[in-house]
């Protein structure tokens, strides 16, 4: 059974990068289709992207100028890029994986997120 | 974007009664070629991730109790617990996942009468 596990620095400052990973266990990254999810604290769920190892992403276009989802397979891993971050980008960052080969999928898998808070 | 929007936000019946959360989406989720709606609910517990319940609008996930279940078809969607359990108490979402970007209802707090 896959799993995984979000890492990264739990607080960014306002304008710098926030930087996430996800490590999968239990499947490799290169199939199925492995998003990033959002939720402010009490707050709603917002699809950020995708990424579908070796070269297919999209990124919800609220957030396409600041982010990029990249992939190192030889950690089986992949990463969460958000430039120039507001207060309005605090919130539990979850990683999760399609069900199924396929972007037209629900969310199956889920880590269990890390809250990243934008403070100076 | 596609708008889910949900309703009740908040809901409470009373234990072994029944649990209705409707969904609504601003366009058709159904996919004429493979008759399929693309809709999906989940069920989020405080502190964890959201779980996958239900998936092609009706279809249960292994393991779901079968007192859940999905109805609905088009831009209509409902969630009901025929007879609910103290472990139900959660925040519900529907999401669609026909098109990007993947959108989420607001959610639907469903707690003990």
């Known amino acids: 059974q896959v799993q995984l596990q979000e890492s990264g620095p739990g607080l960014v400052k306002p304008s710098e990068t926030l930087s996430l990973t996800c490590s999968v266990s239990?499947?490799?990254?290169?199939?199925?289709?492995w998003s990033w999810i959002r939720q402010p604290p009490g707050k709603g769920l917002e699809w950020i992207g995708y990424?579908?190892?070796?070269?297919?992403?999209d990124y919800n276009p609220s957030l396409k100028s600041r982010i990029t989802i990249s992939a190192d397979t030889s950690k089986n891993q992949f990463s969460l890029k958000l430039r120039s971050v507001t207060a309005a980008d605090t919130a539990v960052y979850y990683c999760a994986r399609s069900a199924g080969s396929y972007y037209d999928r629900p969310f199956d898998s889920w880590g269990q997120g890390t809250l990243v808070t934008v403070s100076s | 974007d596609t708008v889910m929007t949900q309703s009740p936000d908040s809901l409470a019946v009373s234990l072994g009664e029944r649990a209705t959360i409707n969904c609504k989406s601003s366009?058709?989720?159904?996919?004429?070629?493979?008759?399929?709606?693309?809709l999906a609910w989940y069920q989020q517990k405080p502190g964890q991730p959201p779980k996958l319940l239900i998936s092609w609008a009706s279809t249960r996930e292994s393991g779901v109790p079968d007192r859940f279940s999905g109805s609905g078809s088009g831009t209509d969607f409902t969630l009901t617990i025929s007879s609910l359990q103290a472990e139900d108490v959660a925040v519900y979402y529907c999401?669609?996942?026909?098109?990007?970007?993947?959108?989420f209802g607001q959610g639907t707090k469903l707690e003990i009468k």
């Open positions: 990424l579908y190892y070796p070269g297919n992403n």
């Open positions: 239990g499947g490799s990254i290169s199939s199925y289709y």
């Open positions: 999401q669609q996942y026909y098109r990007t970007p993947h959108t």
């Open positions: 366009q058709d989720v159904l996919y004429s070629s493979n008759n399929k709606n693309y």
